[in-house]
Nanobody
């Protein structure tokens, strides 16, 4: 499956951005989806994940209460709404698909994801 992330940009601290990730293929509704982020010289870190139907979600502690992951299976798209952004949220954000997850499951581990988007830069100024 091919993933195309978009929506990054430059925003002031306290502002909001919404990232989108469009997926190819017909099986999108059976993929566990996730967002990760990475800064130079560091590991790619988990941000959020969502189950097939979108009824279950999980977040990294650092973004809980500020970020919301959602999906529209009819549009083959997963979103990451980011509110109250902080300078430490600055990173390249990647969407990813776990092709082997089962219904109701969530994936927080980078190694569970087989397909990755190209990344979109988010920069939060102080």
């Amino acid at each position: 499956v091919q993933l195309q992330a978009s929506g990054g940009g430059l925003v002031q601290a306290g502002g909001s951005l919404r990232l989108s990730c469009a997926a190819s293929g017909r099986a999108f509704s059976s993929y566990v989806m996730g967002w990760f982020r990475q800064t130079p010289g560091k590991e790619r870190d988990f941000v959020a994940t969502i189950s097939w139907s979108g009824t279950r979600t999980q977040y990294a502690d650092s973004v809980k209460g500020r970020f919301t992951i959602s999906r529209d299976n009819a549009k083959n798209t997963v979103y990451l709404q980011m509110n109250r952004l902080k300078p430490e949220d600055t990173a390249v954000y990647y969407c990813a698909a776990d092709l082997n997850g089962v219904a109701g499951s969530l994936s927080t581990t980078r190694l569970r994801y087989e397909s990755w988007g190209q990344g979109t830069q988010v920069t939060v100024s102080s």
